[in-house]
């Protein structure tokens, strides 16, 4: 769901979800499958037209996974399982406030944004892990929040090479 006045303001918006599963016998605990790809992320950026191709922007990146993720390990012979992350264990957010340039060709589309101002806030709703450690301080936290102050880098670029083939790239600083 995106919003472009053609003049002065822009707000785009995306949502990804990716899930990918292996099978595997030794996974009998929790049946057959394990997730190997499981992402939800969503990312909004509100834009206002400084110059030319150049923006303010406000962008606001979360996400999460959907899926349990599990580690085995054998206990005296029985093979036992902990849960090593979850939904919303760990859920990082960073809210931003930067420059963003756009480029648009035929075939090319590039966004880069610069943002000096940033919070990353990062949660893990779970506690238990393994005995003497909670899953909060698996992920390097004190507590279940965490807030940080920096700056963020995003360059998203998509390149339609014929019309059956698109090479598409994101980087995340």
């Known amino acids: 769901a995106n919003y472009n006045n053609k003049q002065r303001l822009t707000w785009d918006n995306k949502l990804e979800a990716r899930l990918g599963f292996q099978t595997m016998e030794r996974y009998s605990l929790s049946g057959r499958f394990k997730p190997t790809t499981d992402l939800l992320r969503l990312t909004s950026k509100v834009g206002v037209k400084a110059f030319s ?8 990146q979360s996400w999460t996974q959907m899926t349990q993720a599990r580690e085995y390990y054998d206990d005296g012979g029985v093979q036992r399982y902990r849960v090593a992350s979850d939904f919303m264990s ?9 420059m963003e ?16 101002v940033a919070v990353n806030y990062k949660h893990v709703s779970r506690t238990l892990y393994k005995p003497n450690q909670t899953l909060y301080q698996k992920f390097g936290l004190d507590s279940h929040d965490r807030f940080d102050f920096g700056s963020t880098l995003t360059v998203n670029a998509k390149w339609a090479i014929c019309k059956m083939l698109t090479w598409q790239g994101r980087l995340y600083f």
């Open 101 to 116: 340039y756009k480029l648009e060709k035929k075939r090319f589309t590039l966004g880069a944004n610069l943002a000096p």
């Open 53 to 60: 191709h150049w923006y303010y922007s406000l962008a606001l």
């Open 90 to 98: 760990p859920f990082e957010a960073v809210l931003s406030l930067g």
